[in-house]
């Protein structure tokens, strides 16, 4: 069973920094790709940043807002991904959630994360 940890969120001033770490049971090699998501109260969960696995050529995908501000990093020897947040916004509190995805006989297994909540005061 895979499973996928998150920890890092809290509550931060606007303009501040935090890093959210995901940790999975599996080997990252066995993920396509690796992400995270976010859900604000009353709106759909929505793409943060994602990252094709093991393809270090490849450029990470951003959320529009995300870009500039939010860096999604993976250490595969750790079996861990990170979203590094700067200049933190109001509009940016959310539960934060970590995904990843397996692609096997050509059907998709998505996991998910608990979630981590991230509050940023104005």
């Known amino acids: 069973q895979v499973q996928l940890v998150e920890s890092g969120g809290g509550l931060v001033q606007a303009g501040g920094y935090l890093r959210l770490t995901c940790v999975t049971s599996?080997?990252?090699?066995?993920?396509?790709?690796m992400g995270w998501y976010r859900q604000a109260p009353g709106k759909q969960r929505e793409l943060v940043a994602t990252v094709i696995s093991g393809a270090s050529t490849n450029q990470p995908n951003y959320a529009d807002f995300a870009k500039g501000r939010f860096t999604i990093s993976v250490d595969n020897a750790k079996n861990t991904w990170y979203l590094h947040m700067t200049s933190l916004k109001p509009e940016d509190t959310a539960a934060y959630y970590c995904?990843?995805?397996?692609?096997?006989?050509?059907?998709?297994?998505?996991?998910w994360g608990q979630g981590t909540q991230v509050t940023v005061s104005s």
């Open positions: 599996a080997s990252m090699h066995s993920f396509n790709s």
């Open positions: 995904h990843a995805d397996q692609r096997i006989g050509g059907r998709t297994n998505d996991y």
